[in-house]
């Protein structure tokens, strides 16, 4: 029996929001009632009625979003601490007996939603190849007259443009592609943290995976 456990995390990286909380507590800053209920939204959209897929992959050729409804889901939700609490998104293909496993984490007193994907073979043969996983495969909207703006950084490259801030217009119709290089999660050309600005509102990414990455 095979397990494959590709460890991609996205949204939010741990280091990240321990710094966010820690400070938050210090200084007495507040979550706003609105950040909360983003939050609480996407947590019933997405976890609780998981009627969007806001991952993917291909399996066997095919692109989830095309076969991710066929297969048996469930969903189970505990309560970590006071203000933590845990679902586990489960997919099982019925024919090959792969299991897709989403755990995430929501935290009550912070506008952030933590998850990781795994993959496990509970079949007596090898799986068809799975390949292209994006383990956060999601959709931005802009109104006709609003625009986003992709805050981002270079990463490091032992120079003087070390984790120098980048701003960047995304345009209609257009891709912006982040990587590093070699194979190391913030090497030259990127940092896996970024921050995708609208006029009221935004989205702050962070990659929690120490190889090679990419988001476009």
Not at 115 to 144: C, H, K, V, Y
Not at 154 to 175: M, Q, T, V, W, Y
């Amino acid at each position: 029996m095979q397990k494959l456990f590709p460890r991609l995390i996205v949204f939010v990286y741990t280091l990240f929001l321990t710094v966010c909380v820690l400070g938050a507590q210090s200084k007495g800053v507040v979550t706003s009632k609105i950040e909360q209920e983003h939050v609480e939204r996407w947590v019933k959209r997405y976890l609780i009625n998981h009627a969007v897929p806001f991952f993917s992959f291909v399996y066997n050729g095919r692109e989830s979003p095309s076969f991710l409804a066929e297969w048996k889901v469930e969903l189970t939700e505990e309560k970590m601490d006071k203000v933590t609490s845990g679902y586990t998104l489960t997919f099982t293909d019925p024919k090959t007996m792969l299991i897709v496993r989403c755990k995430a984490m929501v935290y009550a007193d912070f506008p952030a939603i933590e998850w990781m994907l795994e993959f496990e073979n509970t079949g007596n043969d090898d799986t068809p190849i799975i390949e292209e996983i994006q383990a956060a495969d999601i959709r931005l909207f802009a109104s006709e007259h609003e625009r986003y703006i992709l805050y981002h950084a270079l990463g490091s490259n032992h120079g003087e443009n070390d984790f120098a801030p980048l701003r960047d217009i995304i345009k209609a119709d257009s891709e912006i592609t982040l990587a590093p290089k070699g194979g190391r999660s913030s090497d030259e050309t990127a940092l896996p943290f970024f921050n995708i600005q609208a006029e009221d509102e935004g989205t702050m990414v962070g990659v929690g995976w120490t190889g090679q990455w990419q988001a476009w």
